[in-house]
């Protein structure tokens, strides 16, 4: 019966399929965004984006700084509306003002520092914030704490007071806060900027687990290219345009064209192609285990 | 001036529930001249021992002697200390507060030479500035406000720099920045370590930059100096580091790796020294293997695992 199928069938058995594609997170359009209302020469810090962010993706964002990462940030959760063009967050145009509360329930932000994020002087308070803020009952409110602070690992600090915490710590508090709002899309703009190596790691290892346990949508802006390899696709800003996109291994094998863009490779990586530049023939590596693989193999064979 | 701690205590919030000793016997000698490394994780005490080096924080336990400064001694100048001993703290871009860069950079100027004339605060400035890579007749009479985060780093830079201090001391420097705004600063402090001040110590978590930078290092651990030499000594010891939940640099953690399977790699943990070492050991390799065979694995430096 297959064999009969027409090439028109085929095309209509596609048609319903399309229609049935799960709506995008994030959805940009041609979008522009300008800070300031002069007409003439305008500086557009976002500027002529076009962007699908799938629900459930795990997506980098680099970039200089000024590159328009920040802005894109913000155009997604509804605190900045696109100048031109549309953005649309599941479906819902962040344009329509009696939207953007949806919307912002719909997309959590975790910013940079840890010190500027806390409401409260007990952990539990400060992550009843948003909750209580968007009429949660209050039997509700505890079980989302509950599992908001589970979900961050940091369960035992319920009653402790945030400015005893580590840095690290205070970020998955932050984290904790935006989860009892129960959004679909975390974006984290620099939130690992101001951490140290043990803070990053556990704040990383928090954004992966949601993202693979609960199918969160991840939006990691980062000037750590380290951390963009931990993501399932990079994305690269530079003049407010998206000029690259692709998984973090297509995005850094591209080396040259990152370094237009005032970009640096992983260190691994940057090692590696200094080895290739001169000769050795050594595969890719992303890390220092991958990079004394490559070398290792390489000598084996000379 | 050379600074020399020993048996260097402090605790903070003494004779209450909160007591808490961060530095618990800190000996290190930082010789003039360095290109100093202070690496810990946080709550090591290492920004507790920062402060004290410009008596920031007083000394209450041990002893602390930067130069001819005797911080034990109650008669020290702490005044004059602090103009030659300068810090920037974590993102010291916040710290800016005058209307304009000229006065911000000659905030500390002013308050350290009481009585300094215009044109020589002027001069001063002028030159703090040019160090710090900022065109002064450009941005002198702008608000801090109106530059870039990185332009507003090197003016709060400047600030400090301009009372020619001769030791320089930057907590996380680099904290922040972007990977080329990382590797500008780490140019303008060398630029000012050749020119400027003849001691730098940085404080920082990143490895790669202590291992690039660096002429010696400290590691702090619960108050006290794990470790101190060179960062080839230092990130020699991976093992003990990974106790203390340090990480090494790629290049150290890749050698260590390389070792594990019979290649060693004699390096200093910079990018290029260890490209330059692994060439060599492939270029080796290549020349003795097609010919002769047989003892090439010698020049590796270690047994391999080639038949």
Redesign the interface.
């Known amino acids: 019966m297959e064999e009969f199928t027409t090439v028109s069938e085929a095309a209509e058995e596609g048609v319903p399929a399309q229609a049935e594609a799960p709506v995008p997170a994030v959805r940009f359009e041609n979008v522009k965004y300008t800070y300031d209302d002069d007409e003439e020469g305008t500086v557009f810090a976002v500027n002529g984006v076009t962007l699908t962010i799938r629900a459930g993706e795990f997506v980098a964002v680099l970039?200089?700084?000024?590159s328009g990462k920040s802005t894109l940030a913000k155009l997604i959760n509804a605190l900045l509306r696109p100048t031109e063009g549309k953005v649309t967050v599941f479906g819902l145009d962040t344009a329509d003002a009696k939207k953007a509360f949806e919307i912002r329930k719909s997309a959590g932000m975790v910013f940079?520092n840890p010190d500027n994020q806390t409401v409260a002087s007990v952990v539990e308070d400060d992550v009843a914030f948003g909750p209580e803020n968007i009429g949660v009952p209050r039997e509700e409110i505890g079980e989302r704490i509950t599992a908001a602070l589970e979900a961050v690992g940091m369960t035992e600090f319920r009653h402790a007071t945030p400015s005893r915490l580590?840095?690290g710590q205070k970020q998955r508090i932050a984290i904790a806060g935006v989860l009892a709002i129960q959004p679909k899309i975390m974006i984290l703009d620099?939130s690992t900027?101001?951490l140290?190596?043990?803070?990053r790691r556990e704040v990383m290892d928090v954004v992966k687990k949601l993202n693979k346990e609960q199918g969160m949508t991840v939006i990691l802006i980062t000037?750590f290219?380290e951390e963009a390899l931990e993501a399932e696709r990079a994305v690269v800003m530079h003049r407010g345009e998206v000029v690259m996109d692709g998984t973090p291994e297509e995005i850094f094998a591209r080396a040259d064209e990152l370094e237009t863009y005032?970009?640096?490779l992983p260190?691994?990586a940057?090692?590696c192609r200094?080895?290739q530049e001169?000769g050795?023939p050594v595969g890719n590596a992303f890390?220092?285990?991958e990079?004394?693989?490559a070398?290792?193999a390489?000598?084996?064979k000379? | 001036m050379r600074i020399v701690a020993k048996g260097l205590t402090y605790v903070y919030n003494p004779k209450s529930p909160f007591a808490t000793q961060a530095l618990k016997g800190v000996d290190l000698t930082i010789e003039e001249g360095e290109f100093f490394g202070i690496i810990g994780h946080t709550g090591s005490g290492k920004s507790t021992f920062v402060q004290h080096l410009n008596a920031l924080i007083r000394l209450t336990g041990g002893e602390l002697k930067i130069g001819d400064y005797d911080l034990a001694d109650k008669k020290c100048k702490v005044l004059e200390l602090r103009s030659k001993v300068g810090m920037v703290f974590q993102y010291p871009e916040y710290q800016l507060f005058a209307e304009t860069v000229k006065k911000d950079v000659g905030f500390g100027l002013k308050n350290f030479r009481k009585g300094i004339s215009e044109e020589e605060a002027d001069a001063a400035i002028r030159e703090a500035l040019r160090v710090a890579g900022i065109d002064y007749d450009e941005v002198a009479e702008k608000s801090p406000f109106e530059l870039s985060g990185g332009q507003r780093r090197r003016v709060a830079i400047a600030g400090v720099i301009v009372t020619k201090p001769e030791v320089l001391i930057l907590d996380e420097p680099a904290a922040g920045l972007d990977p080329l705004g990382k590797k500008e600063l780490m140019e303008l402090l060398h630029a000012i370590h050749g020119q400027w001040c003849k001691t730098v110590v940085i404080v920082s978590h990143d490895m790669d930059e202590i291992a690039e930078n660096c002429t010696h290092a400290a590691v702090f651990s619960e108050g006290r100096v794990a470790l101190c030499g060179t960062p080839k000594e230092i990130f020699s010891r991976g093992d003990e580091l990974a106790a203390m939940g340090l990480g090494v640099p790629v290049t150290a953690r890749a050698a260590q790796i390389m070792r594990g399977r019979g290649y060693a790699v004699n390096t200093d943990f910079t990018c290029d020294d260890f490209v330059n070492k692994v060439l060599a050991l492939y270029r080796a390799e290549n020349a003795a293997g097609a010919p002769a065979g047989g003892t090439h694995k010698e020049s590796a430096g270690g047994a391999g695992d080639a038949e």
Request: aromatic share 2%; with cysteine; proline share 3%.
């Open positions: 970039g200089r700084n000024g940079q580590s840095g620099e900027a101001m140290d190596p043990k803070g000037h290219m005032n970009l640096t260190r691994a940057y090692i200094r080895l001169a050795m890390n220092a285990e990079l004394a693989e070398i290792c390489s000598l084996q000379g």
